[in-house]
């Protein structure tokens, strides 16, 4: 009988959460053309949230380049095919490691900052304050961080797969002896524009908005106590994590199912 | 002031660097570069058997792509496959009784198509049929194919097992027919 | 101390004008809320009108039928022991919460009818001074102040500059403009905010604990300071705390809040000659008194003797 009354009360919260999050969403783009006009704010927000990721990005991305590449061509020169490793490599990154990771290493580097610089504000009554002075906190506080990870998220995957596959490049042609161009002409026959190229980038804008969204929720919903922001920003990082692959899982089959 | 300066300069840095990055897969790791959109002229050509041809696949003179594959419909009239050909503008010049075959890249590769040139005087046009056409060689048909030539060298060899004979007659009589779709 | 006439509680005040808020002026055991609240703001006098305001979180009554009436120029005190929901009333008065009864009017307008553009009209002629100070804690002082300004008006840099260094000289902190907000005293943050809550010259401003966690001398900057800017700026203050010699000697009208009530309310004179005894316990700080200093519990000895 309890456990039936703690389940109703569970979903009950979580759907209430839910209603809660979506409104919040429609005050938060209420604020764009608002933020639009005011451009210095949203660049502050693409430097803190784009900027400082490129480093954790980059080196990310060059190491899950080069590890494709060495795994990549120890399973395919067993078969002799070798010279379909730059197809391997550049199909992963692009179509799915790319946005795919690049998505959770954001809500581990700027998500969580992001929901624990809103949950501290809220902590100390910054957004009241804020509210106090005839401002709305969520237009002038949420809105440019939303659209900045949303800004920042596409061009990150973008540069994680670049950087992935110089460094499949990297290990498969410089060290292992795949031949130079059968890399690249293999890689530029196989890799379609629109299919892999836009809906990688589709995927990365989709798991942007997700991401930035969950982090500046929590930050808005967190208690205001320091152990309710600490819950938050964990909350904000494992349900990004999830968030990102169940979206890639139904963004893959509606983009890639019929091939 | 100056923070601000400097904080635009990054943000600038990093919308380029994200573009460089977006324009470097589109056109070196995609395909991108090789659309010529609309350009170039279409050329018809009928099938028997396309195999697992594809649309966007290269259309090869010598070896060296000419075009791509633009359509693959079927034909209700002829019952047979029809596949346009988006041929570079640059080659304008293929003559009229050129032949096409569709070949397979490797043993087990994506399918292309080959053009030959023929000796004509006259050029392929838009809208131009390619009269001179080869199916592609479908993998189980060239098995089968194999099986019963081996086999008819086998009965040719030696007629002590007429029961062995009789079987592998039944089994030779489905390859002539037809191959199914 | 000034001498009060005996005879009456709180209900001789000389500086409060015929008007409705004599009719509220009663013993605070016998209070009652009237039933019928009284059109607010109906005195040109009166800048803030609180009527018959009920508030409850959940199944906790925060106040039951309050009436207050804040005058223009004055400084009045809300007073009353830790935990009485002073801070919700001030977020009442702001419009950020709704009341479950009753009104709160600011200059003539009920807040909580008002549309949200109103309300945020309104709030421009608002200040309020957070316990914490609440600054922004991403920017230096400077932009702090500058931020309402920057939010609000489409003024020149040069304006904007001068604005700002003439309300941080008001608080004294104009040396300090370039400092970042982790970089200041508890008693500097207050005052910056104070600097940050007139930047908009408002015709009032709310603070909320101003002096709590101060050591003496910021305590006595920021007593001068209210006192000077609300005589300078001709503002209305309304002082939420419950350090009663502090907000004594700058308050012109005292309201004594405690269990979602007033309990007493007249001049810091009229109160601490109070013959209530809730009163004059709180103004003198007597540890024991109607406010018993054990929380209601079981006999001491059958709780020591009790098994287990």
Same mark, same amino acid.
């Given at each position: ?259 | ?65 000419? =075009?791509? *594959?633009?359509?693959? /419909?079927?034909?209700?009239?002829? @019952?047979?496959?029809? &596949? ?5 503008? !640059? ?35 838009? =809208?131009? *049929?390619?009269?001179? /056409?080869?199916?592609?060689?479908? @993998?189980?048909?060239? &098995? ?5 030539? !081996? ?31 | ?308």
């Amino acid at each position: 009988m309890n456990v039936f009354i703690r389940l109703g009360e569970t979903t009950l919260a979580m759907l209430q959460k839910l209603g809660r999050s979506h409104l919040f969403l429609l005050h938060v783009l209420s604020g764009v053309p608002g933020i639009l006009l005011r451009p210095r704010l949203l660049s502050a927000q693409v430097f803190s949230l784009g900027v400082l990721s490129i480093l954790i990005i980059a080196v990310s991305g060059l190491f899950v380049g080069m590890v494709l590449g060495l795994q990549g061509f120890n399973v395919l020169s067993d078969f002799g095919a070798e010279e379909s490793l730059g197809v391997m490599v550049a199909a992963s990154l692009v179509r799915e490691l790319g946005p795919v990771v690049t998505a959770l290493l954001f809500a581990g580097r700027a998500g969580s900052a992001l929901t624990a610089e809103i949950g501290l504000m809220k902590a100390t009554e910054q957004l009241s304050g804020m509210e106090m002075m005839a401002v709305d906190p969520i237009k002038r506080i949420v809105t440019p961080r939303f659209l900045g990870g949303l800004i920042a998220m596409p061009l990150l995957a973008a540069l994680f797969s670049m950087v992935g596959v110089m460094g499949g490049f990297f290990v498969g042609v410089g060290l292992l002896g795949v031949d130079d161009g059968a890399f690249w002409t293999a890689m530029h026959t196989h890799i379609d524009f629109w299919d892999d190229i836009i809906n990688g980038v589709i995927k990365s804008l989709v798991f942007g908005v997700v991401v930035t969204w969950i982090a500046v929720f929590e930050g808005y919903d967190a208690l205001p106590t320091s152990e309710g922001v600490g819950r938050a920003t964990t909350r904000s990082v494992v349900f990004s994590a999830f968030a990102v692959l169940g979206c890639d899982f139904v963004l893959t089959a509606l983009m890639f199912g019929d091939a | 002031m100056r923070q601000s300066k400097m904080i635009e300069l990054w943000v600038g840095v990093f919308v380029a660097l994200g573009l460089v990055a977006l324009f470097f897969l589109s056109m070196q790791v995609s395909n991108l570069a090789d659309y010529s959109a609309d350009e170039g002229y279409v050329v018809k050509a009928y099938f028997d058997n396309v195999g697992s041809l594809k649309v966007r696949a290269p259309v090869t003179m010598s070896g060296v792509r000419v =075009g791509r *594959v633009s359509q693959i /419909t079927f034909d209700k009239q002829k @019952f047979q496959a029809l &596949v346009e050909l988006r041929i570079d503008p !640059k080659f304008d010049n293929l003559p009229e009784d050129t032949s096409a075959t569709i070949l397979t890249a490797g043993l087990l590769g994506e399918q292309y198509i080959s053009l030959s040139p023929g000796g004509s005087d006259l050029t392929l046009q838009q =809208g131009s *049929v390619i009269d001179l /056409t080869q199916s592609a060689i479908v @993998f189980e048909q060239m &098995v089968s194919k194999f099986l019963y030539s !081996k086999a008819e060298g086998e009965k040719k060899a030696s007629s002590s097992s007429p029961v062995e004979k009789n079987g592998s007659n039944a089994v030779q009589a489905e390859p002539v027919a037809p191959a199914a779709p | 101390m000034v001498t009060a006439s005996d005879n009456a509680l709180f209900g001789a005040a000389q500086d409060i004008p015929a008007g409705a808020s004599l009719a509220y002026n009663r013993v605070p055991s016998g209070w009652t809320a009237p039933n019928d609240s009284p059109a607010p703001g109906n005195s040109d006098e009166v800048l803030v009108a609180v009527r018959n305001l009920s508030f409850a979180r959940g199944e906790r009554h925060i106040f039951d039928g309050i009436d207050m009436d804040i005058r223009r120029g004055k400084i009045t005190a809300i007073m009353g022991p830790s935990g009485t929901g002073k801070t919700t009333l001030l977020r009442l008065i702001g419009g950020q919460l709704r009341p479950t009864a009753g009104s709160v009017a600011v200059d003539g307008q009920v807040v909580h009818t008002l549309r949200l553009g109103e309300l945020y009209e309104l709030r421009k002629r608002m200040g309020m001074l957070f316990q914490s100070g609440a600054l922004l804690t991403d920017i230096d002082v400077f932009e702090n102040v500058a931020f309402p300004l920057r939010e609000h008006t489409r003024l020149p840099e040069s304006m904007i500059r001068t604005l700002v260094l003439m309300k941080l000289q008001a608080v004294g902190l104009r040396g300090a403009s370039r400092l970042m907000p982790s970089e200041l005293s508890g008693g500097m943050a207050r005052r910056v905010a104070l600097a940050r809550a007139i930047a908009l010259d408002p015709m009032m401003i709310m603070y909320d604990e101003p002096f709590t966690g101060q050591d003496p001398i910021s305590m006595g900057v920021l007593v001068q300071l209210i006192r000077q800017l609300n005589d300078a700026l001709g503002l209305t203050s309304i002082v939420v705390s419950h350090d009663v010699h502090e907000t004594a000697a700058i308050a012109d009208y005292i309201y004594l809040v405690s269990a979602g009530r007033v309990v007493g309310q007249g001049t810091p004179a009229e109160l601490a000659d109070s013959d209530s005894a809730w009163v004059r316990q709180f103004m003198q700080g007597l540890p024991d008194g109607p406010v018993a200093f054990h929380y209601p519990a079981a006999d001491y000895a059958q709780d020591l003797l009790k098994a287990r």
